[in-house]
């Protein structure tokens, strides 16, 4: 049965998380004066980024992870909607551009990021990722192999934090585009992710079998009602974010455009 108490305290998880959070004060603090001189500590920023880091150990670390590993489908939903959603949006918020420019501004790796980081690619990469990896034989052997797991996760968090570059760039270098363009893309992205979400939705087979032959931990949730809970979760937080991404750009590009020209 699960272990409410159970928290996890592996190396590669938590020592992943206090690396990340230490390279950020590091750059944050110390080697701020040199890399934007005068630049003040990015406080609300700094804020982001660490709920960033602790929002993903609350979905993978947490008892969320044994839930939805050994017993529920919608409860691994539930936590691969925080990584691909929250997480990498706050991650993208809390780094400022003088931190993220200086890894993207070496020469050589101006025309494969230039390509990697158009929406089209964004897009479609984010969509693909997400997509493939609910195929029954890969659900089904990251429920089997640990390490398939973390790989799972960890891609991801990839192809989430390139579905959000688009939206909220943190770079000069590569800055997000224009409203009108950033509409479109968060729409066609999710136009993309419904073969996905009708596929979990509408199949008639129980898509992965061990939901099928788990222990039920919730009283009349049937294995199928769960994978139905399960596509209808992925479909609902995928539009409620795509609307309020439709919405906050639709706003500031009205008040942009409500601004006099100079001269």
């Not at 590993?69 to 949006?89: C, D, G, K, N, T």
């Not at 993208?92 to 420019?101: K, Q």
């Not at 797991?149 to 943190?170: C, I, T």
């Amino acid at each position: 049965m699960i272990d409410w108490r159970h928290w996890h305290n592996e190396p590669f998880l938590t020592g992943g998380l206090i690396l990340a959070g230490w390279l950020y004060a590091i750059l944050a603090g110390p080697l701020r004066p040199r890399l934007s001189p005068g630049e003040p500590y990015p406080r609300g920023r700094a804020v982001l980024f660490y709920a960033a880091l602790a929002l993903f150990y609350l979905a993978v670390g947490s008892p969320l992870d044994q839930v939805g590993e050994r017993f529920l489908l919608s409860a691994h939903m539930v936590q691969h909607m925080l990584i691909m959603y929250p997480v990498p949006l706050l991650m993208l918020l809390g780094l400022p551009a003088w931190m993220v420019d200086p890894v993207l501004s070496p020469s050589r790796l101006r025309a494969p990021l230039r390509l990697l980081f158009r929406p089209m690619t964004c897009g479609v990469v984010s969509v693909a990722v997400i997509s493939i990896w609910h195929a029954p034989f890969l659900y089904e052997w990251t429920l089997q192999d640990k390490l398939a797991h973390v790989g799972e996760h960890l891609m991801f968090l990839a192809a989430s934090l390139l579905y959000w570059w688009p939206l909220a760039s943190p770079s000069r270098i590569f800055p997000a585009p224009g409203y009108g363009v950033r509409m479109l893309y968060a729409f066609g992205t999710e136009v993309g992710m419904i073969p996905v979400s009708a596929y979990v939705v509408f199949s008639r087979d129980i898509l992965y079998p061990t939901y099928e032959y788990a222990p039920r931990v919730v009283a009349g949730l049937s294995p199928a009602d769960d994978q139905l809970l399960a596509g209808i979760i992925m479909k609902l937080v995928g539009m409620a974010v795509t609307l309020t991404v439709l919405g906050v750009c639709f706003f500031k590009w009205s008040k942009s455009s409500d601004r006099p020209n100079p001269g």
